[in-house]
Nanobody, 121 residues
């Protein structure tokens, strides 16, 4: 199986910055993509950003030019640098990974436990 270890959430004032990290470990032969979703109270989970194995990134319009995804050279750890944070960024942020297991031709999705980001004065 695959484990996703998240860290970096917390409380920050509007305009501040936070950096989230997510490390994938376990048994898999490759990662198709990794990224972040978020869910605010009373709202559906929404995509924040993802990065493919080839390095292509897709950002939600609401975070473009403020958030940046990056990863380690082994492509098993991703980071989310969040700048110019707004109150509407308050949510639980979930890391996800789409991985390929040995002997399978299909990708399987895994989720982290979630980390709270609160933007408040």
């Amino acid at each position: 199986q695959v484990q996703l270890g998240e860290s970096g959430g917390g409380l920050v004032q509007p305009g501040g910055s936070l950096r989230l990290s997510c490390a994938a470990s376990g048994s898999f032969v490759g990662i198709n993509s990794m990224g972040w979703y978020r869910q605010a109270p009373g709202k559906q989970r929404e995509l924040v950003v993802f990065i493919t194995t080839g390095g292509h990134t897709t950002y939600a319009d609401s975070v473009k030019d403020r958030f940046t995804i990056s990863r380690d050279s082994d492509k098993k750890t991703v980071y989310l640098q969040m700048n110019s944070l707004k109150s509407e960024d308050t949510a639980v942020y979930y890391c996800y990974a789409s991985v390929l297991h040995t002997g399978s031709s299909l990708f399987s999705d895994y989720w982290g436990q979630g980390t709270q980001v609160t933007v408040s004065p």
